[in-house]
């Protein structure tokens, strides 16, 4: 039987939980899935082998930076994103829009797009819709994501608005532009993406006006921007359910251990987020019992792998002594190795989930999770 | 048949050339070797089991890194540097005497030895060859370099003479001090460094000291410091053939890969350089025709592998095109790939090296290797 374009298929559900599977021409995806970022064409200090030994089906990869560079017409003529990089499964790409605002510098905002110049050489470029799904097309994207504003925080209800409904309207010209690139329609998938920032009737009527449209899954847009876990939660006790339950909902760019916890508990399947990679980097390591910076001192001779809950290569091989030692004398290793048991503990997070959800023990599962992550 | 502590056989000789092993308690060492450096307990950019998969069997650690960080003594109590770092084969350390003088502040030498000030944080410290030969022992060394001075470049005769004298009268007091370490001697190997500077004199004259005293191998110090590599060899055709035929005899710090062919040549078994490493974390990659800058704009979509020659699993991975857009753009994976490239560059190079002095072939191999090496 030949893998579908897109396919979601449940297995199980607790509560307003799911676990399920999303079925696409370049393999599965586990839900809830969590998504390594690989902004530039690589997880950062990661072998594409070594992510997925970490426990990844699929990862994301940014439509701003690799616009910039190498640029798009350039991974084109090089095969595309996954030859280029040596990433086979599938990817998942976003818009550019969120980055277009939080990194470029002279942006000029119109209902055509935006028009930016570029934060590495200072060159002009515009972002539309229709650019957007273009180099989404050129990277081979599997996972193409609408291109749309994220509404900034706070905003006054009128700017959450008319925010909201100029993301609609492009995302109705995001679905024609996908559909244009017929080659990569044919085998990718498109998602929507509800805005309307921390207003329930912003997000139905956003969350409508994308169904209206049709997508084959639906991200939650506008969170995880400063609002702080509780309210983020808050939105999305009504803003999920607004959405279709046999699609995939995506909450973009969350996050982290307790915030992915409380976002499953509400129905979210698909997340991404720099933290596990990024947080490594900079000697920040994920435990059972909540993170710990390896730079202390009290980790200076303990002999303890990084969580003793672990099953990862990295805490088989290694000691917190070691890895203080590395991230300490700022060796590449050590951030080769943080990222590594960060990715694994965050991928170990979602086997978990996905076995409590159809165990239908998520909320103990859950509680337990917290009381041993947050107790400091 | 449990391993000896030190043995030397060799398989094959071609011309000055030789062919062999070495064998110790932790593995065996294929001659000629290439030792690739691993500083502060850790080969740059690799992990241990990629470190091994290039074909190293031995690595070298830095005595004057690792006494003040993360400190011999911690090390240690951390059970030793191989359980440290997770290298289960031998480690040679050096003596720690050349990079006191190129690396710390307000050095102060005697005939005791060298105090000085670390580079890291300020902290006064003293090496003298005792103190080198405890600390080598603190962190489990395999092989103990003597601690001696490299007497600079160029030099006086005068001054050569009386560094030359001085590193002997260290390398008796180094003897001495390793021995009286039972437990690690029993177990470990020392070898004793020639110095001399370009005078064949002197080199003679360092040379039959070391043999008095008695070493389990020899080491040719004091090159690779500017004088170009025909002085080298120019020494290296009188200083080798001064040192015992039934010992490895080890060239410290060289060296480029045509450099290692013509000490090979001149009947050296043992070699260890940064320049693999290190060049490569700066984009110069290593390939049969010669070294190339990745960062070069013309290889920015260039689908072929690093060196089409090489068979390592970068080379099988990705292309040109991917790995200078990962070093143009400062990624760590191009660090990673980059490093493990250039490492299994020179283990392939020393293979062939190995293979042509077993079939008596050296001189054509190393002909057409220059020819092709060197061709622009």
């Given at each position: ?201 912003l997000r139905k009527i956003s969350a409508d ?168």
């Amino acid at each position: 039987m030949p893998s579908p374009r897109f396919a979601f298929t449940l297995s199980g559900t607790d509560g307003a939980a799911r676990a399920g599977t999303i079925s696409m021409i370049r393999g599965d995806i586990r839900t809830p899935a969590f998504m390594p970022v690989g902004t530039a064409a690589t997880v950062k200090a990661m072998k594409p082998a070594d992510v997925r030994a970490s426990g990844a089906d699929i990862i994301l990869g940014n439509t701003y930076h690799l616009m910039l560079r190498p640029g798009a017409e350039r991974v084109a003529r090089l095969d595309g994103l996954h030859a280029f990089m040596g990433w086979d499964r599938p990817i998942l790409t976003d818009s550019g829009g969120y980055q277009v605002m939080s990194l470029s510098e002279l942006r000029k905002m119109s209902e055509e797009g935006v028009s930016f110049k570029s934060h590495l050489d200072g060159s002009a470029h515009m972002l539309t819709p229709e650019r957007s799904m273009e180099i989404q097309r050129l990277l081979g994207s599997d996972i193409v994501m609408a291109f749309d504003e994220c509404t900034s925080f706070p905003a006054t209800r009128e700017e959450s608005s008319a925010s909201m409904e100029r993301s609609m309207r492009w995302a109705m010209r995001s679905r024609e532009g996908f559909d244009a690139g017929e080659g990569h329609a044919s085998v990718s998938a498109l998602f929507g993406i509800q805005q309307g920032s921390m207003e329930a009737d912003l997000r139905k009527i956003s969350a409508d006006k994308l169904i209206d449209i049709g997508f084959d899954g639906y991200a939650v847009g506008g969170l995880a921007v400063g609002e702080g876990q509780a309210e983020m939660l808050r939105v999305l006790d009504f803003a999920v359910a607004m959405l279709p339950a046999d699609r995939p909902r995506y909450l973009m760019g969350v996050g982290k251990p307790d915030d992915i916890v409380g976002a499953v508990e509400r129905g979210i399947d698909m997340f991404d987020c720099v933290l596990p990679t990024r947080s490594g980097r900079t000697g920040q390591a994920f435990t059972r019992n909540g993170p710990i910076n390896i730079k202390n001192a009290r980790f200076a001779e303990d002999q303890e792998p990084l969580d003793p809950a672990c099953g990862c290569p990295v805490c088989a091989g290694w000691s917190r002594a070691y890895i203080h030692h590395l991230v300490r004398s700022g060796e590449i290793l050590g951030a080769m190795l943080m990222t590594e048991h960060n990715l694994a503990f965050y991928q170990a997070l979602m086997a978990d989930l996905r076995a409590a959800i159809g165990e239908g023990r998520l909320k103990a599962f859950a509680d337990g999770f917290r009381a041993r992550y947050l107790r400091d």
